[in-house]
């Protein structure tokens, strides 16, 4: 696991025309204001993961494995809404899932899921939206490698942060990150928390302390 020391709490702003993409750590939050005093209004969390190889007596070989992606929609630390491969777009039509992934790896390194945020278009009650990923069918992530998830401006396509879960556990899910109002602007926070279960029903309890 990604680890925070001397990391909590760092603060970074993207520049209009920034390049670099922010490469977080468990905790850290960074602001989406831009330079100009403006905030982004499109974004998209892309989650990427591919199947572990596992030695055996013929050889290398990978299982294919299903993570799916999931943004829960909160309200004073209530949850409203939710995101996901049954519910690909929220009542308010603000937040969509691009469609349900049951391998993983085909973009090599792209996206294998995704979720559009209209952070203008976000009811003004929302003020944090968290987004997790577990495997539904059950693998733990020492069966996952090259899992992350990543913060792209949708209306230019710029990568600005990215957040990699470097190893695995035994767990089947993952509290990833949340984009949370701040003022009259939104931040991100990368959580890396893991934990268990196959829907992000079974994952409120671990969600709720990163609220």
Known sequence: MLDNRGLRGNRGKFERGQRVTVNMTKGQA?????????????????????????????????????????????ADKQPVDVVFFRHLVSDDGSVRHTGDNLVGGVGQGGDDEAILVDLARVPVHIDQIVFTVNSFTGQTFQEVQNAFCRLVDETNGQELARYTLDGGGNYT???????????????????????????FQDLMPAILPAL
């Open 30 to 74: 960074i602001s989406l204001q831009k330079s100009d005093g403006g905030t982004l209004t499109a974004v998209r969390m892309g989650l990427g993961w591919q199947a572990a190889p596992r030695r055996g007596l013929f050889g290398s070989r990978t299982r294919e494995i299903d993570l799916d992606a999931s943004a829960v929609l909160f």
């Open 173 to 199: 899910a993952q509290i990833m990150a949340k984009v949370h109002r701040v003022g009259q602007g939104w931040n991100m926070t990368a959580l890396g928390s893991p934990a268990n279960g196959r829907t």
